[in-house]
Every structure is written in C-alpha cells, then in structure tokens.
C-alpha cells in the first residue's frame, strides 16, 4: 500500500511533464502569441490609444479588455454564496465543542490577524501596479478571521461585531458597486448624447469617456489606471465578505462535529 501511495503520484507526475512537454510548454525560447504581444504592448504604454494606464497585465485584463465578463463570473460567486448561506444559516451555535488553543497561538493570532488585514488591504488597493488586485486581496484578508476562529472559536467573531447580515450587506454593495462602475459610461452616453461603451476604462477611438486615470497634483502623484482601482476596492469587499461568511459557518460545523467525538 505504501509502495502505492508513492508510486501512482510520481506516475501521474511524470504524465503530466511529458505532456506538457510534449505540447511545447516547458521550451524557454517558445514565441508569445500575437494576442499575449499585444496586451503586452498597448497595455502599460500611455501613448497607445488603446492603454489601460496600468502596469500590472493581468488586472487591466480582467478589468478592462473583458470587465463585462467579469462582472458576470463575481456575480456567480456572489449567487454561490446566497444559495450556501440558505442551506446552512440556520446553523445554532449551542452545543459548540470549543478545541482549546495554547496561549502561544492565540497571542500570535492576535498579533497576526491584523497584520494580514493590512497586507490584504494593500494587495487590493495596488492591484493596477503591482501583481495582486481586489480578489486576492480578499483572498488574504480570509486568513485573519479563519485564524482567530481557530484560535478562540467561531464566537470570538461575534464579541468584534460580525454579523452574516451585515456582511451579506456589505458584499451586495460590493458587487452594486461593480456594476454601477460599469453601467456609468452608457448613463454618461445617454445624459450628453455621446458615444460610450460598457465597461469602458479609459477612453477609446470613437469614444472621449474616461474615468480619472491619474491624480497629479503639487503635493503628490497617484495612478488609478481609471476605473480599475475602483473595481479592485468593490471585488476585496465582495471577496472578504463572502468567503469570510462561509468560512463562519463551515467553522460551526466543523466545531459541531467535536460534539460526537
């Protein structure tokens, strides 16, 4: 058995290299494609008519080649988490079996929990600069409540205010916000009798709307590469909120489930 367990990984890992190699994936010298090029190309060069005013590919991608798609996929999410939190918020949290924690973890949980707050917040709020963006954002700020309910127990939450509603409430804001932010243009189009797109970041041949793309002013200078730093700060408060409320309840059955043990 233990011979098994050894020898079916590295057989699935050798399959996986030889086709990927076999496909040209692991060839140091293989070309971009035209498309990868040309994203490459326009994307951080502010002369090209068609830039996103940002240096970061991925999120200018995401955001403004095809913002209207991903609106689409935060919204699925968004259901997801409404269709889980219907099936599982009537959740009682009597007869909670609490694993007691040392003293060591719960002091560094407390000393972490706020740092991983900070960072989650910058890897939002720099998402159009540097490699990261509102949904990882998110993604970290979940390990600060995650450790502290492992650490003190699902309740702790609760003695610092959470509430699921609040939270739910604050996600709906998140997403409303995303797609006011790309509903704006056509409201925009419509007011002045103009030519604008849905989603639209800055603006396009055929097309003068744009949100701010820089703050320059005489105390400072700050890139919003336009509406992507809005849509970093909606999708963080859309991603915390949502995992942060189903890691809440999957945390009550988890310690509901010590009960039987």
């Not at 509102?134 to 993604?139: L, R």
């Not at 609760?158 to 996600?171: A, C, D, N, V």
């Amino acid at each position: 058995m233990r011979r098994a367990e050894v020898l079916i990984p590295f057989a699935i890992g050798l399959g996986l290299f030889a086709l990927t190699y076999s496909l040209g994936l692991l060839n140091p010298v293989r070309e971009l494609t035209s498309l990868a090029r040309t994203y490459l190309t326009i994307i951080p060069d502010k002369t090209s008519t068609y830039t996103s005013m940002s240096f970061e590919v991925v999120t200018a991608v995401i955001w403004d080649q095809r913002g209207f798609d991903t609106f689409f996929e935060t919204s699925v999410l968004f259901l997801a988490i409404i269709a889980s939190l219907s099936l599982i918020s009537k959740t009682e949290l009597r007869n909670i079996f609490y694993y007691p924690s040392t003293p060591i973890v719960r002091l560094v949980s407390r000393v972490l929990a706020p740092v991983i707050i900070i960072v989650s917040l910058s890897v939002a709020i720099h998402g159009h600069v540097t490699p990261g963006g509102g949904f990882q954002g998110g993604s970290v700020f979940v390990v600060a409540p995650l450790i502290i309910m492992l650490a003190f127990s699902s309740q702790r939450l609760g003695t610092h205010g959470f509430r699921s509603e609040r939270f739910l409430l604050l996600r709906a804001l998140g997403v409303s916000i995303i797609g006011l932010a790309g509903l704006l243009p056509i409201l925009y189009s419509n007011a002045l009798s103009v030519n604008a797109y849905l989603f639209q970041n800055l603006s396009k041949p055929g097309s003068g709307f744009s949100y701010p793309a820089l703050i320059d002013t005489p105390l400072f200078k700050m890139l919003l590469s336009g509406s992507l730093i809005i849509y970093n700060i909606a999708e963080y408060l859309a991603v915390l909120t949502g995992f942060t409320i189903a890691l809440y309840y999957l945390t009550i059955e988890f310690e509901k489930g010590g009960v039987g043990g």
